[in-house]
C-alpha cells in the first residue's frame, strides 16, 4: 500500500537519504486521525512529538512548520490517517549522532475498512514480553520490534494482542493503551519502565476526571485485567474500544465504558463514523 500524500522535508515526492537514522529506530512518531480535513487534536500530538524528539536530543523542529505541513497534507480529506516521523538527521555512520537538523517524514494513508470488532474485540495475551527502560518509557520512538514479534504472535479471530513486561506486569496493547474499569474507577498502567504514554490515553483521563470518574495509576496483574468489571483500550485511530473477551467467556460492554465514549464524542477527540 502507497500512501496518498507525502512530505519529506516539506518537499513532495522526495526520499529518504539511505544514510537515515531511520535504520536505528533514532526518532519519534505519531499516528493522528484526520476528519473533515483536520488532524484531530494536533495541538497534543505536536507537543507529544516535541518532548518525545527533546528526551532523545533531535534538533527542535519549528512546531508551526510542523503543523502547517500537517494541515496541508489533510486538507480535503474526509477521513484518512495522518503519520509524522521526526528522525535525527543523518551526518555519517555509526551510532553515535552528530549535529544535523532533524528530518520531517509526513505521510498520509487511508482510513482502515470497518471490521466485525467495531462494538469491542477478543483479545490474546502475547508471550513477548517489553523491556523495562525508564529512559524509554513512555516515548513513542520508532523502535517497535518488540510490538512487531507480538502481533506475529495472533491472528483471526483476535483484533489485539496484550503485553506484559519482563517482570510480570500488564503494560499495553500491541498497538493500544489498556484501562480496566473496578467498582466505577479507572485504573490504567502505570509506564515508568515500559510502555507508550498515548495522547487518546491522557484524553480519556481528563474525560473521565470531568465526568467525576476517579482515575489510578498502577501495577496492573494479568489476573486483576481478568476480573476486572470492564476492561477497554483507545489510541488516536479507534477511540475507545470495549474488550468483549479476554479468554474467559464473553462480557457486555460496560457503562463507564460507553460513558468514556460519549464523552470523547462529545468534546470532539474521537472520530465519528
Same mark, same amino acid.
Given at each position: 500500500?502507497?500512501?496518498?500524500?507525502?512530505?519529506?522535508?516539506?518537499?513532495?515526492?522526495?526520499?529518504?537519504?539511505?544514510?537515515?537514522?531511520?535504520? /536505528?529506530?533514532? @526518532?519519534?512518531?505519531?499516528?493522528?486521525?484526520?476528519?473533515?480535513?483536520?488532524? %484531530?487534536?494536533?495541538?497534543?500530538?505536536?507537543?507529544?512529538?516535541?518532548? @518525545?524528539?527533546?528526551?532523545?536530543?533531535?534538533?527542535?523542529?519549528?512546531?508551526?512548520?510542523?503543523?502547517?505541513?500537517?494541515? !496541508?497534507?489533510?486538507? $480535503?480529506?474526509?477521513?484518512?490517517?495522518?503519520?509524522?516521523?521526526?528522525?535525527?538527521?543523518?551526518?555519517?555512520?555509526? /551510532?553515535?549522532?552528530?549535529?544535523?537538523?532533524?528530518?520531517? %517524514?509526513?505521510?498520509?494513508?487511508?482510513?482502515?475498512?470497518?471490521?466485525?470488532?467495531?462494538?469491542?474485540?477478543? #483479545?490474546?495475551?502475547?508471550?513477548?514480553?517489553?523491556?523495562?527502560?525508564?529512559?524509554?518509557?513512555?516515548?513513542?520512538?520508532?523502535?517497535?520490534?518488540?510490538? #512487531?514479534?507480538?502481533?506475529?504472535?495472533?491472528?483471526?479471530? /483476535?483484533?489485539?494482542?496484550?503485553?506484559?513486561?519482563?517482570?510480570?506486569?500488564?503494560?499495553? $496493547?500491541?498497538?493500544?493503551?489498556?484501562?480496566?474499569?473496578?467498582? $466505577?474507577?479507572?485504573?490504567?498502567?502505570?509506564?515508568?519502565?515500559? $510502555?507508550?504514554?498515548?495522547?487518546?490515553?491522557?484524553?480519556? #483521563?481528563?474525560?473521565?476526571?470531568?465526568?467525576?470518574?476517579?482515575?489510578?495509576?498502577?501495577?496492573?496483574?494479568?489476573?486483576?485485567?481478568?476480573?476486572?468489571?470492564?476492561?477497554?483500550?483507545?489510541?488516536?485511530?479507534?477511540? #475507545?474500544?470495549?474488550?468483549?473477551?479476554?479468554?474467559?467467556?464473553?462480557?457486555?460492554?460496560?457503562?463507564?465504558?460507553?460513558?468514556?465514549?460519549?464523552?470523547?464524542?462529545? !468534546? !470532539?477527540?474521537?472520530?465519528? %463514523?
Amino acid at each position: 500500500m502507497n500512501p496518498l500524500r507525502s512530505l519529506v522535508n516539506g518537499r513532495v515526492e522526495a526520499q529518504v537519504a539511505v544514510a537515515s537514522r531511520l535504520q /536505528y529506530g533514532d @526518532g519519534v512518531f505519531e499516528t493522528i486521525a484526520i476528519q473533515n480535513g483536520q488532524p %484531530l487534536l494536533w495541538p497534543e500530538h505536536g507537543r507529544r512529538l516535541a518532548a @518525545g524528539a527533546a528526551s532523545l536530543g533531535l534538533d527542535a523542529v519549528d512546531p508551526a512548520l510542523l503543523g502547517a505541513e500537517a494541515e !496541508g497534507l489533510a486538507a $480535503g480529506l474526509s477521513l484518512a490517517i495522518l503519520k509524522v516521523v521526526l528522525v535525527r538527521g543523518a551526518a555519517g555512520r555509526g /551510532y553515535r549522532p552528530a549535529a544535523a537538523p532533524t528530518d520531517r %517524514l509526513l505521510s498520509v494513508w487511508p482510513w482502515p475498512s470497518r471490521t466485525r470488532f467495531e462494538e469491542g474485540a477478543p #483479545v490474546f495475551w502475547c508471550r513477548t514480553q517489553l523491556a523495562r527502560q525508564p529512559l524509554l518509557a513512555g516515548l513513542k520512538h520508532l523502535n517497535r520490534l518488540e510490538q #512487531v514479534l507480538a502481533q506475529r504472535e495472533f491472528a483471526d479471530p /483476535y483484533w489485539e494482542g496484550l503485553m506484559q513486561d519482563t517482570q510480570g506486569w500488564v503494560i499495553e $496493547g500491541t498497538m493500544t493503551n489498556l484501562f480496566v474499569v473496578e467498582r $466505577g474507577a479507572l485504573a490504567t498502567p502505570l509506564l515508568d519502565q515500559a $510502555g507508550v504514554a498515548g495522547v487518546m490515553r491522557e484524553r480519556v #483521563v481528563m474525560r473521565a476526571r470531568e465526568l467525576g470518574i476517579a482515575v489510578h495509576f498502577d501495577r496492573l496483574t494479568k489476573s486483576r485485567v481478568v476480573e476486572a468489571d470492564e476492561v477497554f483500550l483507545c489510541n488516536s485511530i479507534i477511540g #475507545v474500544r470495549p474488550v468483549l473477551d479476554l479468554g474467559r467467556g464473553p462480557r457486555r460492554r460496560g457503562p463507564v465504558t460507553a460513558m468514556i465514549e460519549e464523552a470523547l464524542r462529545r !468534546g !470532539g477527540d474521537a472520530v465519528v %463514523l
